[in-house]
């Protein structure tokens, strides 16, 4: 069994601004103001710091969603006086509260953690997000949130010793920054992200995702369809990039995408990576067309990444999309093939490189195929009894994180095909419905 992460590692991977490169808001207000650090806690002779921090919200937010608020400070470097104090500190933690009106709560704290490498001697406060979110319930109205906040505090820590905090003021009046309650639309997703030993943390947002296809549009051919996300890329090594105290070296992605018109099921793609500082990302499936028509392909109803060390996972991301109904990201106009049509079987496309792709179809506990028939889908999820943040997508949660469901065999469902036919029959079994897209597993 691999050993639990240490409790600083999991602390660090709670940080819901892990998640900002994949869900940000699509219209920001940004505010830029001066702030100055009080030192005196570390000599009455030490004196000031400046510093600047930037703090954004979204001007437009879906109601009963979380919308995040952010302070981005500038690294401020440190007189002598106080780094000479500051040996051993192993993190500094950001905390500041802001005001909200029209929001489910009138305070909102905003937090943050910057990890610190102890093998170096701190010489100044690093460029470090602190994160809250203000949620609003009622659609139609506008809501507010008081920027700039008022006070930073930036408290640095050593184990179990608590350093003097520096506090950060700002003369600037805070103003009201509105906010337009309204539906949901496009990519929008709230996910979850799950730590072990951790309170999950939720978040949502657009996720930009891109659906592609290549191929001949005929019933008895397959689709290749891809999704690609530079933002998938930019999450994966932005939490390997900025974790200290252990080494994350693989990671995991899945897929929900609903098909519905001329066949419907559930298409499943699902990527194994291994190059952790890429920066782009993309995976397929085929998508087996066993019936002429228009068919539409829809974005992800639900997709989810996992990041492990040494095969524990340390963080599990699933969302699940909040727009209804599912945005289409595909129309096909499929036209009909030969008669005969040949006995699908499991395909594994796994690639050679750094990075591993599994597709193909998988059989129901009835021996129906998933997406088989259907959608020429990939492996299908398992439910859990938490919400498959990034859930469902061919994944199961163990030890608070995802893990991708295995292949299973295809000889049963091969067998039922072949019976299906009768003694002379070449056409093929009537297509299953497959897979409804749902939301998080209950």
Known sequence: MAAPLPPDVSAQLTRPQLTQPLLAAATVKAIKTDYTCDLTGYGPS?????????????????????????????????????TSRLGGVDSIAVSAQITAKKATKATITLTGLIPVDTAHALTEIPAATALGQATFAAKGNTGSVALPAQSITFTPRAGATIKPA?????????QDITITVGAVSGPFYHCTTTVANETPVQDAGPAPLT????????????????????????????????ITGVTLDNATFSADLPVTGAQSGTLHITKTITDLAATTFSASAQLALTKAGTVKVGIPSKFGISVSASGTVA?????????KPIPIALTLTVTQGPASTPTPTATDTSTSGADTEDTGAATDATGTPVGGAATGGGPAPRSSAMPLAFGGIAMVLVGGGLILSRWRTGAASAARRRRSRGPGGDSPPAGSPGDSPGGPAA
Do not use: F, R, Y
């Open 46 to 82: 030490v004196g000031a710091a400046a510093m600047s921090v930037t703090a954004t919200t979204a001007t437009s937010w879906p109601v009963n969603q979380p919308d995040d608020i952010t302070l981005d400070n500038d690294a401020v470097s440190l007189p002598a006086a106080v």
């Open 166 to 174: 520096i506090t950060c003021t700002t003369s600037t009046k805070a």
């Open 211 to 242: 659906i592609t296809e290549t191929g001949t549009k005929k019933t008895g051919d397959s689709l290749t369809v891809s999704l690609t996300s530079a933002h998938v890329a930019q999450l994966v090594s932005t939490v390997a990039s900025e």
């Open 315 to 323: 963080l599990d991301l699933a969302c699940t999309l909040v727009t």
